[in-house]
């Protein structure tokens, strides 16, 4: 440490909150090590579901692995892709049909994980495609298969509930100042 300069040590940590957003209550929470991955946080909440139960998760739970464990668990999902999460989300990013169901196959590199997990190595899905009040597309991968029953119009009330979560963080952060 120089002359004039403070050593600070801040204490760090990983939280993660399973969280209903129609009655803005958590359901449960978790606190591990900062390099926790949000993976495995994720799969810790699951006890606290139950079959049939609906999962809003963001573009970090975009992975195979995920949805193989979620639609194992028999939880339904609804999760944010990124540009880079799967073929099926770049095409409808890029343009494509608003809705297209797929077999997602497991990468190779995570087979052999897959199966000591009792994982499977493909999984049905649907992606659609949401287009927000400001334009902005978003696609969304989900369990929720039958296309007359769940339209693109529910995806985008869907996703706009994920938004309870966020104000939640929100409180934590900086009203609290737990960042």
């Keep these: ?13 990983q939280a993660s909150v399973l969280y209903d957003v129609l009655n803005g209550v958590a359901l449960d929470s978790l606190l591990a090590p900062a390099k926790t991955f949000e993976g495995h946080l994720l799969l810790q909440h699951l006890p606290h579901t139950a079959e049939g139960d609906l999962l809003l998760l963001d573009r970090n739970y975009a992975a195979y692995r995920h949805v193989a464990a979620l639609t194992q668990a028999q939880r339904h999902l609804v999760i944010r892709c990124s540009h880079h999460s799967f073929a099926a989300a770049r095409r409808l990013f890029q343009g494509g049909p608003d809705s297209l169901t797929v077999t997602l196959s497991a990468p190779q590199k995570q087979r052999a994980a897959l199966l000591k997990q009792g994982l499977p190595l493909e ?30 119009l529910d995806f985008k009330i869907l996703y706009n509930l994920r938004w309870g979560v966020e104000t ?3 409180r934590l952060k900086n009203h609290l100042t737990l960042e």
């Design 1 to 13: 440490v120089k002359a004039g300069e403070t050593l600070r040590r801040l204490p760090m940590a």
């Design 123 to 152: 999984v049905k899905v649907r992606f659609v495609r949401v287009i927000l009040s400001s334009g902005e597309v978003e696609v969304l991968v989900t369990s929720l298969l039958e296309e007359s029953t769940y339209t693109p």
């Design 168 to 170: 939640f963080y929100d």
